[in-house]
């Protein structure tokens, strides 16, 4: 694939100009792929159809690769069967596969199917893969052994820069394959087929679910953890102590000041008292550096959901 195919995608997404038909600024091969996903989709077999899932496609492929360059992982187009890095692959059929680092020649391996109509992502997961044959971009993904013998063909592959230790390549694979899957069944959600389907995504049961797949425990012992974890952060923060989420940030209490009461108005307009306050402690949240950088590039793909703010974030599971 050239350059000139990444760049037609910014062409036709331009608000208030001519666009023509998604389906027809793809390659010929692409279009051929896309229609096969149509007849076993569940979506209508029309045009309209076919176009919703060419703007699906595209709109996975550009979260790819702008993940990807947020964590400074280069695209090639070749992968050989000896090559010490760990990968990240994207497949025509919109499946990720993420490789470790080399290891006396054998490397972890993920599959992750993203379907189009699932809220959670299949995993097929293998601790000792070996690469059969050099592999690249346009051509299938063999191994030797293990629960996938081969892939369909790669779209793109993404690896991490040759000075980058393979802890720190095992890492950023990991958070790629985290962020991409949830922004591909939310990108997912967008079709019709799905529009009857509450969006349940992120929701505690969700998130257990995920964290058991991918750790291979069970639900139960799952959600025993997260609850575990969960009431160890709130009793360090109510004991007063600054307490670390990791890379988002930290948990405290912040003393709020005492209020006088005073008279205000509500939303309809009407006067209405403010009651008196004494000083109090009130949870708060500081979002690391990290977590801001990252959040001011958002991917476009997932933009229309950043102002689903709330104050009520109780979640029964």
């Given at each position: 694939m050239n350059d000139s195919f990444t760049t037609v995608f910014s062409n036709f997404t331009v608000k208030g100009a001519y666009m023509e038909?998604?389906?027809?600024?793809?390659?010929?091969?692409?279009?051929?792929?896309?229609?096969e996903i149509l007849h076993t989709s569940g979506?209508?077999?029309?045009?309209?159809?076919?176009?919703?899932?060419?703007?699906?496609?595209?709109?996975?492929m550009n979260l790819f690769q702008g993940q990807i360059k947020s964590l400074?992982?280069?695209?090639?187009?070749?992968?050989?069967?000896?090559?010490?890095?760990?990968?990240?692959a994207l497949t025509y059929s919109g499946s990720l596969i993420s490789l470790g680092p080399s290891r006396d020649g054998?490397?972890?391996?993920?599959?992750?199917?993203?379907?189009?109509?699932?809220?959670?992502?299949?995993?097929l997961k293998t601790p000792e893969a070996k690469i059969k044959a050099d592999t690249g971009t346009d051509k299938i993904l063999e191994f030797e052994s293990g629960v996938i013998k081969s892939t369909s063909a790669l779209y793109r592959i993404a690896v991490c820069r040759d000075d980058?230790?393979?802890?720190?390549?095992?890492?950023?694979?990991?958070?790629?394959?985290?962020?991409?899957?949830?922004?591909?069944?939310?990108?997912?959600?967008?079709?019709?087929?799905?529009?009857?389907?509450?969006?349940v995504q992120f929701t505690m049961k969700s998130i257990i679910?995920?964290?058991?797949?991918?750790?291979?425990?069970?639900?139960?012992?799952?959600?025993?953890?997260?609850d575990d974890y969960l009431i160890?952060?709130?009793?360090?923060?109510?004991?007063?102590?600054?307490?670390?989420?990791?890379?988002?940030?930290r948990l405290y209490l912040k003393m709020q000041p005492a209020r006088k009461a005073?008279?205000?108005?509500?939303?309809?307009?009407?006067?209405?008292?403010?009651?008196?306050?004494?000083?109090?402690p009130a949870p708060r949240m500081s979002f690391s550096s990290r977590m801001k950088e990252r959040a001011a590039v958002v991917e476009p793909a997932l933009d229309n959901q950043v102002d689903g703010d709330t104050d009520n974030d109780d979640d029964k599971y």
């Open positions: 038909k998604v389906i027809n600024t793809l390659p010929e091969h692409i279009q051929v792929h896309l229609r979506l209508p077999d029309t045009g309209e159809s076919l176009e919703a899932i060419a703007k699906n496609w595209i709109d996975k400074d992982m280069i695209e090639t187009g070749v992968f050989t069967a000896d090559d010490p890095r760990g990968a990240l054998l490397r972890w391996m993920e599959y992750h199917s993203i379907k189009l109509r699932a809220d959670v992502p299949e995993i980058v230790r393979p802890e720190e390549q095992e890492m950023r694979i990991r958070e790629a394959v985290l962020f991409l899957t949830n922004g591909f069944v939310k990108i997912n959600m967008s079709l019709a087929i799905n529009r009857d389907l509450e969006d679910q995920q964290v058991a797949a991918r750790n291979d425990i069970t639900l139960r012992k799952a959600r025993q953890i997260i160890i952060l709130e009793s360090g923060m109510l004991l007063g102590e600054r307490v670390p989420l990791g890379r988002l940030g005073r008279m205000g108005k509500n939303f309809s307009g009407e006067e209405v008292m403010i009651k008196a306050r004494p000083a109090m």
